[in-house]
């Protein structure tokens, strides 16, 4: 007998074998998560989204451990990324 298998998901997408790519995506705040002040960057129209630093990564990302400092206040935006979706497909393959 041949049982068809649903595909395995590729486990290379991880978030542990990455180096936070997708916290290098401009993230705006459409939402008031309680990002402190100091991560939030305002543009000339008003608009606010997370700073990021000359390294090209987030303001609110640990450098040492790659993780986010701020996880329980972090943005919609960030929540509703879900790995192995097209962004952080897109963000691996410019980065890794
Ligand atoms: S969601 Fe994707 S891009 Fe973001 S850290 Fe995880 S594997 Fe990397
Ligand atoms: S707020 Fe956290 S999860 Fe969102 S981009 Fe910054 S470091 Fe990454």
Redesign the pocket.
């Known amino acids: 007998m041949t049982v068809d298998a649903a595909p395995l998901p590729d486990t290379e997408v991880i978030c542990v074998s990455c180096e936070?790519c997708c916290?290098r995506l401009e993230?705006m705040l459409i939402t008031d998560t309680g990002v402190p002040d100091m991560f939030i960057e305002i543009d000339k129209w008003g608009g606010r989204s997370?700073a990021r630093l000359d390294d090209g990564w987030?303001s609110?990302?640990d450098r040492n451990t790659m993780s986010?400092m701020?996880y329980e206040k972090?943005?919609r935006i960030?929540r509703e990324l879900e790995m192995g979706e097209y962004e952080c497909l897109s963000q691996r393959a410019a980065n890794l």
């Open positions: 936070a916290c993230v997370m987030c609110a990302l986010c701020i972090r943005p960030c």
